[in-house]
């Protein structure tokens, strides 16, 4: 470099150089970043549309697996898995013959939902929560004050409430009860439907214990319409086994659905026909006719009374 070069053309040539040098290191980061959105470009239209089934081995599958927005353990059901929330037990009165409709609705949706909650305390503080009136809004009381109090659960386990709520709002001695209508003639069909009174006698069969096949169908026929029960009982053909409650269920819908469109048929036929019109094949007026009507006149005769000339 010359010595006697002039100190300002030195500034210049530095700066321009770093100028220069600068340019061209801006120009690799461009060059590096448009490479890094190439990339991102490529693997963007290597993915599917949405909701179309990954790719099995596809490196980028990882990207595409759904994440859950409801946090889900491992024995979540299927339908929870899909979206379906079951149906929250209905409000609880008190109300003895609805007491056990309520506990097995708590028990449904603790089962399908059991995610949700935190540990059985939690439960039964949620079971709790839908007893807002009569005696059992009472109860629900006592127990929330009691727990207050006590600085202690009212109960240790989801059981331990099943068995307090259970003698306090479910139907006393089912068993007991059930065994007495079955013994007299109050479970018998009469004028109730078919589907009705096997559904009835189900839960009376049920509640006394019977599991005698034999027993449950005789005791079945002896309620059973007397043209339903004689229909089934002389069939050539499929009868039912006399040890097959199933079987006799099935068999008397099948023959009243079958009498009831039998009957809905005869009615039809039954059904009066209509009169038809009878017109006149001439079109007649009242101009045909005198406004008035003349009674003819009929030639006089005198009266012959016998021995008198005439």
């Known amino acids: 470099m010359d010595e006697n070069r002039n100190p300002m053309a030195l500034d210049t040539d530095d700066r321009v150089t770093r100028l220069e040098s600068g340019l061209f290191d801006a120009r690799e980061q461009a060059r590096a970043q448009q490479n890094t959105l190439d990339n991102i470009l ?13 790719i099995p081995g596809d490196p980028t599958t990882a990207s595409r697996v759904p994440i859950p927005t409801t946090p889900m353990s491992d024995s979540t059901p299927h339908v929870w898995a899909r979206g379906l929330k079951p149906a929250s037990p209905n409000e609880f009165d008190g109300d003895r013959l609805k007491g056990q409709a309520f506990l097995n609705s708590c028990r449904l949706y603790i089962a399908l939902c059991e995610h949700q909650f935190t540990d059985e305390q939690a439960q039964i503080h949620w079971a709790l929560s839908f007893m807002k009136s009569g005696r059992a809004a009472l109860h629900a009381n006592r127990i929330l004050r ?20 259970s003698a306090k709002f479910c139907p006393k001695n089912e068993a007991t009860a059930a065994l007495t209508k079955l013994e007299s003639a109050r479970y018998y069909q009469g004028r109730k439907a078919v589907d009705d009174y096997i559904d009835e006698f189900s839960e009376l069969v049920d509640e006394a214990g019977y599991t005698d096949g034999l027993s449950i169908v005789m005791k079945f026929r002896k309620g059973l319409d007397r043209d339903i029960q004689d229909q089934i009982a ?29 009957q809905a048929f005869h009615g039809v036929q039954h059904q009066t026909a209509p009169v038809p019109t009878v017109r006149p094949i001439f079109p007649m ?23 008198v000339p005439t």
Do not use: C, I
């Open 285 to 307: 007026s009242r101009a045909m006719f005198p406004s008035q009507s003349v009674t003819p006149t009929l030639p006089h005769r005198a009266p012959q009374y016998p021995g």
């Open 42 to 54: 490529q693997l963007l239209q290597r993915l599917p549309a949405l909701g179309d089934p990954h």
């Open 234 to 262: 002389e069939m050539v053909q499929g009868r039912p086994s006399d040890d097959d409650p199933e079987g006799w269920y099935s068999a008397a819908r099948t023959f009243d659905a079958n009498r009831t469109a039998n």
């Open 146 to 165: 009691k727990e207050a109090s006590d600085d202690l659960p009212a109960f240790f386990s989801w059981r331990d409430f099943e068995k307090d709520f």
